[in-house]
Structures are given as structure tokens and as C-alpha cells.
């Protein structure tokens, strides 16, 4: 015998419960040692995913259309595979970005946009009430069920309203109460509830641990195991198409197919969903025993549904007893008052859980992303300025609570007795599966544009509430039943339920198809012709590429501002405490000694940034830090700008690289003009030894003649005079060797005078010929002579020409074959230049040492013992001379054959001009 | 980091797996008014088929990473 007062006691101390858990829960978490950092906490809290739909509805429709309630738990399954991918990716996006819901990740994959986030908060609510009120329904279902034990009764439409009323109110005042001591009981910049999720997953063990003792007690207790239950079961012409239902009335492969299409999407899209998995995830570890964990406890929980579903159908045949409470109804139907009190708890924890939670993210939701961007937005109420705003934060999020719960329960009163449960929860399924495009695009597609987001989601909303929405307020009878049946002004093929002329679906596939067409078609159409931002450009790259970044997110805040300035802003949202809390562990982070010491450089800001979007959203807190700022958007020009800077670096580093080239190139030069320098030091001290070495050896012969001479005075006249004649004679030649030492030196300084004159070069030679004719007379040697007729006058100083002249000459002599010598002296006009050449039949020049014998000191057959016959500086300043004169000297000989000695000078430019004139 | 790499296409392998079996036609396959083990043919096929594809998922996921 059930008492109202007994089933009020039991619920009180169950949501008691809940209080103690999540109490204890948030006083853990504030120690720093959180409970539910571990992956079961995590695991079981995804399993709010099962709520009063599981625990009463499954069975309801297991009851028509047998496994046909399976999908809603397999797409979740499959998901699940691929959230190693997908969640894992939106996890780390949400950290690094401070997501506090799904309605900020979408606004800020989309340039931070308020009027999308705005958009999906909207959708979100209207979408997920149908859903709360179904939880709202079951719960006071069940209620009056119990309360009417032993009695049997379900509730008719029309009877006990009043009371029904009553109990549903109580319910939605209670979980008011106990939502908003927990999920709004401080402003956390991650907005993470951590009692909350620890009552959840309390409440995940009871719900499942409530659903199996009915599931035992039905298959154990009231029939003998599954094999009695499914034989009998087959045995009633009645129940048996359920074991095979596929092709049935009711169960299609393509409605299969869809429900677990929209159910892989609920899994992530849902509200709460996205809450418990990405929000409150503590560590993207957690997963790995997750993606298990939670399709085994579905599995688990799902394992009695048909048991039950079939075991009511046996035992209460031919009753109007509604499927959606057979959970409850059969320990009742069996006086099993225990079992039925539990399973009663398990549905109020199933249903609980949900509401708490989807109210939570909503809340959360509607303050930061519909109604703070808006309060910010409206300057009379000069909110920006406002010292301390977290106490508003607070109270917007309690009234956003009390207000979608208390419409939640209007949704109900409207239109919760039209729909079995499982219908109702489609309803908003397919609501959240709009946005799946623009998250997951927003995730894997770069081009998405914010246009093509607010489209895409705008379209699909709006077919969703004609296919699935209209319909039901129709069959609710707020709207006229001949808008279902006919169509809009009798236009069948506008038809909500066949639209275009779509038919022969169920009604969630037909919604599926038209509106994913719409929402899909829309999203990614206009986006391929829309243009994105620069600032959303570049938060679409950090969302698509957020694996492979390193280091802190997006946008780089331009501008000026204090870093008081972003505390004293950070605490007007957060409370002044929190904020200096946060300015100094920042500060700390970074080895200084207090906040006092920080600059407000671009990272400060970004971070000020992310705490204040844990608090009032991305889209708000982007608006607060630009006021504070003054920072001009990243226009165009900007863009130009950087682009241009980029190209000016290009070019800067093209400069670079040519100037190191040409720096090479010097360094190369340099060390070559090194290497001839050393080269040429090198040669002079070998000139200076050579020299010093030169003039010792007249001197040596001077010095010894001189000893003879002045030891033996006793030397005859002869003897004396040979030794003076030698004295003379070295002397000479030092005295020679000198001049010519200090003419080379001269000559190579560049010091040397020059008189240049017009000389016809033939004067010259003559002059010459002449004055070494004797030389060559004395040595019998014959000397022939080609002058031209016409003058060859040439630029030049006639001493030093002759010199040159001299100099060849008497080197013919010197090295002409002594008997039948003969020397050629050939004087030539050859284009442009004069050619002298003296050749004789001498022993000529090995070809080895026919450059040699122009360096300083060098004769040809130079060896220690041959007497040397000159200097060695004569035709190194021969060809000193030539080469001044802008000529050239050389040698052409063969050993044996005699050699020929040729110069070169340039024809006088004067003369060259006129022609030579004779 | 070898192991690691795997785990993506085996876990998309899996995923195609998943879709293999919880669909037409394998679906088809068995649904049949037939008992085995005192079990419905579909019940049994589902939740086996569940049940093999988190054990397999568990395999793959949960395991320490390598190094």
C-alpha cells in the first residue's frame, strides 16, 4: 500500500542524496582533489544519454514495433568509434578556446559570431523543450501511477488532471531548486560542475541497476527465464511478428537506418550531451575507456527492454494500459510494491539527470550567447562600465533555468498527452542533428563561412518546425487539422508530412530528409559564395588545424591597453578576487613576483580573452575586450599590409642574398690580391738577397785585388797593373750594377722621369747600330739592317728606347756564335704598331727558360758555376720600359738555331691618323 | 608511436564494420521467426554483434600508448 506521503519521502531522500553527492563532489574539487577525474566518473556520466525516454519509452515502443527501439542505442555505438577523432578534436578546440557550450563552439569556429550563437541557443531551446517536457510527463506519470496502487489506472487524458498538474509542478519546482544550487553556485572560467556531474553519475549506477531488478524480476520472477518468456511470446499470433519486425508495419530498414543516423548525431549535438563529453571532460585520456565503457552500460541497459516490453504484452493482454509504463505497471501487477518503488526511483533518476543537465548547458547557453551579447550590445544600460557584473551572470543563468524548465512544463501541458514518449524525443533529435553541417563542417571544412552557417542552420530549422513541429501542434489541436491533411491553402504538395509529394516515410525520416537537403544545401552553397573575414579565416584554420598547432590560439590582439585595466575588466565578470587570483597565478607562470610586473602584451590579452569567455561567452568577450582595446579590425588593408611587409622581407632577403654573393665575390678577390701580395714579398726579399749577393761578388774581387796590392808592394809594375785594371774593372761593373738596381727600382715605382716625344724610330735605331758597331766589328760578326723608307714615329723618350736598343744588341753580340755570327736588325710597320726585331745564331734559348730570363738576376743556363755574363737586370728593364711605352717585349728561339728578340710600340696616335707620312 | 598511428584506420575500419552489421542486409539475414538457444534470432544476432563490436573497439582504444 502505497501512501502519497511514502513515494513524496522516497523522492525527497533521493534527490536528498543527490544534494549530499554533488556537495561532497564540489567540496573535493575546491580541495583540489576531484573524485570524477577518472575515466568510470566520465564513462558513467555520458550516460545521462539514457533518460526517462530508456527507462519507460524504450519499452513502449519495444512493445509495437519489437527491436525497432535498438537504433537510438546502436548509432550512439558507432559514433562512439569514431569520437577518437571527433570528440577528441572538439575536446582539445574547447580548452584551448575556453568553449563553455555548443552554442560558443559554433560561434567561434564562425568568427565569433554573437548573432549565430545566438541563432543555435535559440534552436537549442526550442528544439530541446518537447524533450524536457517528456522527462516532465514521466515523471508525473509514474507519480500517479504509484499513487494509485494497487488500482491499476492509467491516466486517462481527461481524469486527475488537476492532481497530475500538481505533481508535475512539484517536480519542476524541486529540480528548479536543485539546479540552481549546483549548476549556477559559482562562475568557473571552464564552466565545469563537478558535483553535478558526480550526482549524474550516481544517478547513471541507479537508473541501470533500477531498469535490470525490473528486467530480472519480469524474466525471473514472473515468467522462467528468457526461453518461456520469448516462447510463449511466439506462441501468441498476436506478439510474435514483434521477434522478426523487420518489413512489419511499423519497422522499415531505411527508418532503421535514419534513427540511427539522427542518434549518431544526438550523441555529440545534444545540449547535454556535448556538456558532459567535451565541457566536463577532465582529461582527453578519459576517452579511451569511455568509447567502451559507455556502449557496454547501453548495451547493458538495453539487454531487458524486450523482455519487459513482451512480458507486459503477456501478462496484461487486452488491457489499454499504456507500453511507455509497463516498467512500472508489472511489479505493481504482481504486488511486488518494492520492485515498483525502485523502478520509480530508477525512472526519477533517468529523468532528473537529463533535465539537470540539458537545463545547465542551456542556461549556460541562453546567458552567454543570447542575452549577455545583447545586454552588452544595448549602451543605455551602459553595462561595459558596470564594476562587478558576475552577480548578473549568475542571476541570468537561474532565470534562464527556472524559465526553460517552467517551459518545459507548459510544452507539456500543450502538447505532452499527443505523443508517446519516443516520438516526442525525436522531435528534438531532429532538431540538434541541424548542427551537426556547421560543427562538423565548421571542424573539417576550412570554407565554411559564417553566411553559409546562419543559412544552412536558418533553413533546416525552419523545415524541421514545418515537418515536425506543425504536425504536432496540430494533432494537439492548437493548429486545424486540415493544415495536416490538405496542406497549406489545399496546396497538397506543401503538405507538412509529404512534402513536395514525399511519401510512403515515417514522419522522422521524411523531417530527416528534407531538412538535412535544406540545412546541408544551404550551408555549403553559400558558403562556396560567400567570403570569409580575415578573423574568421583564421579562427576556421585554428579549428580545423588544431592537431597539428602548437602553442596558444588565434587571434593576436593589435593595440594599446593597461594591464589593470584588463584585470579590473576580467573581475567586473568573474569578481575582483577570482581576477586577481588569476592576474597573479598568470604572473607566477612566468616567473615574475606579482601581477603588478605584468606587460599587457598580446598574450595577457588573449588570456584575459579566454577567462572572460569561460564566463560570458567567446562572442561577448571578444565585444569586451575590443572596448577596452580600441582595437580596428583586421581590414583589407591590414591584410595588404602584411602581405606587402611579407613581400618587402622577400625582396630585403633577395638583396641579402645578392650582397653576400658580391661580398663572396670581394673575399675572393681579396684573397687572391692576399696571395699575390705574399708572392710579391716573397720576390722581394729574394730581389734584395739576390742583389746583396750581386754586389758581393765585384766587391770580393775588389776587395782581394786590393789586398794583393797593398801586401806585396814588392809586386812588379806589370803584375800592379793587371790588378788595377781588374779593380777598374769590377768597379765598373758594381757601379753598373747599382745605376741599374736603383733604374729597375724606379721603373717599378712608377718614379722614373719620362721625356715622351715623337721619335721616328728609325733614327734611333741607326744611332744605335752605330754605336755598337765596334762591338761587333771586334767580334767579327756580321750585322744586316732592314729600315723602311718612311719614318716610324712613335711616342716614346728616346734615352730610354735606346737603352732598350743598346741593350739587345750588345746581348746579340755577347751570345752570337763567335765565327760567321751574324745579327738581323728588322724594323717593320705591322697594322697599328712598330716591330723591332734583333736576331742572331747564337745557341739560342731553351723555350723552358724563355720567360725566365725576363725576371730580375735570371740567365738562361744559370747554374752556380757558369761565369755570369751580365747582370741579370737587363731585359727585366727592358721590358719595364717597353711596357711603360705601351709595347711589348718577348723572345722567340730555339736551342742551337739562335734567337730573335722582337718589341712592339704603338704607331704615334698623330701620325696613325694622318697615315705615316714619309 | 608506430601502434599509435594505427589506431586510426583501424578504428574507421571498425566504424565500417559497425555500419556493416547493425544494417540491411546482413540485418535481413536474420530476421527470421526463429529461436535459438531459447532466444529470438535478431535479439540474439544484435546484441552478439554489440557486444563483439565494443569488445573489438576496447581492444583497439584502450591500451597504454607505446613508449
Same mark, same amino acid.
Given at each position: ?25 564540489d ?99 526550442v ?52 539546479t ?170 533517468a ?28 549602451k ?74 546562419l ?15 506543425l ?37 522522422i ?20 559564395f ?15 588545424e ?27 565578470f ?19 613576483a ?87 714579398d ?33 809586386l ?6 793587371r ?20 733604374d ?15 721619335l ?71 697594322g ?14 731553351d ?39 705601351g ?32 | ?7 586510426g ?8 564494420l559497425?555500419?556493416? $552489421?547493425?544494417? #540491411?542486409?546482413l540485418? %535481413?539475414?536474420?530476421? /527470421? ?5 531459447? +532466444?529470438?534470432? $535478431?535479439?540474439? #544476432?544484435?546484441?552478439? %554483434?554489440?557486444?563483439l /563490436? ?5 581492444? +583497439? ?7
Amino acid at each position: 500500500m502505497f501512501k502519497g506521503w511514502v513515494i513524496a519521502v522516497a523522492s525527497l531522500a533521493y534527490i536528498g542524496l543527490l544534494f549530499a553527492i554533488a556537495y561532497y563532489a564540489d567540496r573535493r574539487a575546491d580541495q583540489g582533489r576531484s573524485i570524477i577525474a577518472n575515466p568510470y566518473f566520465y564513462s558513467l556520466s555520458l550516460a545521462v544519454y539514457a533518460t526517462a525516454w530508456t527507462f519507460y519509452g524504450s519499452v513502449g515502443r519495444a512493445a509495437s514495433d519489437g527491436v525497432g527501439f535498438l537504433p537510438i542505442y546502436l548509432g550512439p555505438t558507432l559514433m562512439i568509434v569514431l569520437w577518437w577523432f571527433v570528440v577528441r578534436k572538439m575536446i582539445r578546440i574547447t580548452k584551448l578556446n575556453r568553449i563553455t557550450s555548443l552554442a560558443d563552439f559554433i560561434s567561434s569556429r564562425y568568427g565569433k559570431s554573437a548573432l549565430l550563437g545566438g541563432l543555435v541557443t535559440v534552436i537549442a531551446v526550442v528544439g530541446i523543450l518537447p524533450y524536457i517536457s517528456l522527462q516532465l510527463k514521466a515523471i508525473s506519470t509514474s507519480f500517479q501511477i504509484l499513487l494509485q496502487y494497487p488500482e491499476m489506472v492509467i491516466p486517462r487524458k481527461s481524469s486527475a488532471v488537476a492532481a497530475m498538474q500538481d505533481t508535475a509542478f512539484f517536480i519542476t519546482l524541486l529540480l528548479v531548486f536543485f539546479t540552481v544550487i549546483f549548476g549556477t553556485r559559482h562562475l568557473d572560467a571552464a564552466e565545469r560542475h563537478e558535483g553535478m556531474v558526480a550526482a549524474i553519475a550516481f544517478e547513471s549506477l541507479v537508473k541501470l541497476v533500477s531498469f535490470t531488478v525490473v528486467g530480472l524480476f519480469v524474466t525471473f520472477g514472473v515468467f522462467n527465464g528468457f526461453g518461456d518468456l520469448f516462447s510463449r511470446a511466439q506462441a501468441d499470433a498476436l506478439i510474435a511478428p514483434l521477434l522478426s519486425p523487420f518489413g512489419g508495419p511499423a519497422v522499415s530498414y531505411a527508418n532503421w537506418a535514419w534513427l540511427t543516423v539522427l542518434s549518431m548525431l544526438a550523441i555529440i549535438f545534444l545540449p547535454r550531451q556535448f556538456q558532459v563529453a567535451v565541457i566536463e571532460n577532465v582529461d582527453e585520456k578519459h576517452l579511451r575507456k569511455a568509447v567502451w565503457l559507455f556502449p557496454a552500460y547501453m548495451l547493458a541497459i538495453n539487454i531487458f527492454v524486450l523482455p519487459i516490453a513482451l512480458g507486459g504484452l503477456l501478462s496484461l493482454p487486452h488491457t489499454n494500459i499504456d507500453a511507455d509504463t509497463f516498467v512500472l505497471i508489472l511489479p505493481m501487477a504482481f504486488k511486488h510494491e518494492g520492485v515498483a518503488l525502485f523502478a520509480f526511483v530508477g525512472g526519477l533518476s533517468a529523468a532528473t539527470g537529463m533535465v539537470i543537465f540539458e537545463t545547465i548547458a542551456l542556461s549556460t547557453m541562453v546567458c552567454n550567447d543570447l542575452v549577455m551579447p545583447l545586454l552588452l550590445r544595448l549602451k543605455a544600460l551602459r553595462l561595459a562600465e558596470r564594476s562587478d557584473l558576475s552577480w548578473l551572470l549568475l542571476m541570468i543563468r537561474r532565470a534562464a533555468i527556472v524559465i526553460i524548465l517552467f517551459l518545459g512544463y507548459i510544452y507539456y501541458l500543450v502538447a505532452g498527452e499527443a505523443y508517446a514518449l519516443v516520438s516526442i524525443g525525436l522531435v528534438s533529435f531532429a532538431a540538434v542533428a541541424q548542427f551537426a553541417p556547421v560543427a562538423l563542417g565548421g571542424m573539417y571544412w576550412k570554407g565554411g563561412t559564417r553566411e553559409g552557417a546562419l543559412t544552412g542552420l536558418l533553413a533546416g530549422f525552419v523545415v524541421w518546425g514545418y515537418t515536425l513541429v506543425l504536425p504536432a501542434l496540430a494533432k494537439s489541436g492548437w493548429l486545424p487539422n486540415e493544415l495536416i491533411e490538405y496542406g497549406p491553402f489545399g496546396m497538397t504538395l506543401l503538405k507538412p508530412v509529404e512534402l513536395f509529394g514525399l511519401s510512403g516515410l515515417d514522419q522522422i525520416t521524411h523531417a530527416m530528409i528534407w531538412s538535412m537537403i535544406a540545412n546541408i544545401g544551404c550551408y555549403v552553397g553559400v558558403s562556396l559564395f560567400s567570403r570569409q573575414s580575415a578573423f574568421e579565416h583564421s579562427q576556421a584554420t585554428m579549428f580545423v588545424e588544431v592537431f597539428t598547432q602548437t602553442g596558444e590560439p588565434g587571434h593576436v590582439w593589435r593595440g594599446r591597453v593597461s594591464a589593470s585595466a584588463l584585470q579590473t575588466l576580467l573581475g567586473r565578470f568573474l569578481g575582483p578576487a577570482r581576477a586577481a587570483e588569476l592576474f597573479s597565478t598568470y604572473a607566477r607562470d612566468r616567473g615574475l613576483a606579482s601581477a603588478d610586473e605584468l606587460n599587457a602584451d598580446a598574450m595577457l590579452v588573449q588570456f584575459a580573452e579566454r577567462q572572460l569567455a569561460g564566463a560570458i561567452g567567446a562572442a561577448s568577450a571578444r565585444t569586451m575586450v575590443a572596448t577596452i582595446m580600441q582595437e580596428e579590425p583586421l581590414g583589407i588593408d591590414e591584410v595588404m599590409n602584411i602581405i606587402d611587409e611579407t613581400s618587402q622581407v622577400i625582396a630585403y632577403s633577395h638583396r641579402l642574398e645578392t650582397q653576400q654573393q658580391e661580398l663572396q665575390q670581394v673575399t675572393n678577390s681579396l684573397q687572391a690580391a692576399n696571395r699575390r701580395l705574399q708572392e710579391v714579398d716573397r720576390m722581394k726579399d729574394d730581389f734584395i738577397s739576390t742583389v746583396t749577393h750581386e754586389l758581393r761578388t765585384p766587391l770580393t774581387s775588389i776587395r782581394a785585388c786590393s789586398e794583393i796590392l797593398a801586401d806585396n808592394p814588392d809586386l812588379d809594375l806589370h803584375e800592379r797593373q793587371r790588378f788595377l785594371v781588374l779593380i777598374i774593372k769590377e768597379s765598373e761593373r758594381l757601379t753598373r750594377l747599382i745605376n741599374q738596381v736603383l733604374d729597375l727600382a724606379k721603373l717599378e715605382s712608377g718614379l722614373a722621369e719620362w721625356h715622351n716625344e715623337a721619335l721616328d724610330l728609325r733614327e734611333v735605331v741607326n744611332e744605335a747600330i752605330n754605336a755598337t758597331t765596334p762591338l761587333f766589328n771586334g767580334r767579327g760578326i756580321t750585322l744586316d739592317m732592314h729600315l723602311p723608307d718612311a719614318a716610324m714615329t712613335v711616342q716614346g723618350d728616346r734615352d730610354r728606347i735606346m737603352q732598350v736598343l743598346l741593350n739587345l744588341l750588345s746581348n746579340a753580340a755577347k751570345f752570337c756564335a763567335t765565327a760567321a755570327g751574324e745579327v738581323e736588325v728588322r724594323l717593320i710597320l705591322e697594322g697599328s704598331n712598330v716591330r723591332v726585331s734583333i736576331s742572331d745564331n747564337g745557341i739560342g734559348i731553351d723555350s723552358a727558360d724563355q720567360e725566365l730570363i725576363f725576371e730580375k738576376f735570371r740567365q738562361a743556363g744559370d747554374t752556380p758555376k757558369a761565369k755570369p755574363q751580365g747582370t741579370g737586370l737587363g731585359l727585366p728593364i727592358c721590358r719595364q720600359i717597353i711596357g711603360h711605352l705601351g709595347g711589348r717585349l718577348w723572345v722567340e728561339s730555339r736551342l742551337g738555331y739562335g734567337s730573335v728578340f722582337s718589341f712592339v710600340l704603338p704607331v704615334n696616335p698623330a701620325d696613325a691618323e694622318t697615315g705615316i707620312s714619309p | 608511436m608506430h601502434k599509435k598511428a594505427s589506431r586510426g584506420p583501424r578504428l574507421l575500419s571498425l566504424f565500417a564494420l559497425g555500419v556493416l $552489421l547493425f544494417n #540491411y542486409p546482413l540485418l %535481413a539475414l536474420f530476421n /527470421l521467426p526463429r529461436m535459438i538457444f531459447g +532466444v529470438p534470432v $535478431l535479439y540474439a #544476432y544484435l546484441f552478439i %554483434a554489440w557486444a563483439l /563490436l565494443i569488445f573489438l573497439v576496447a581492444r +583497439v582504444v584502450d591500451r597504454p600508448d607505446p613508449g
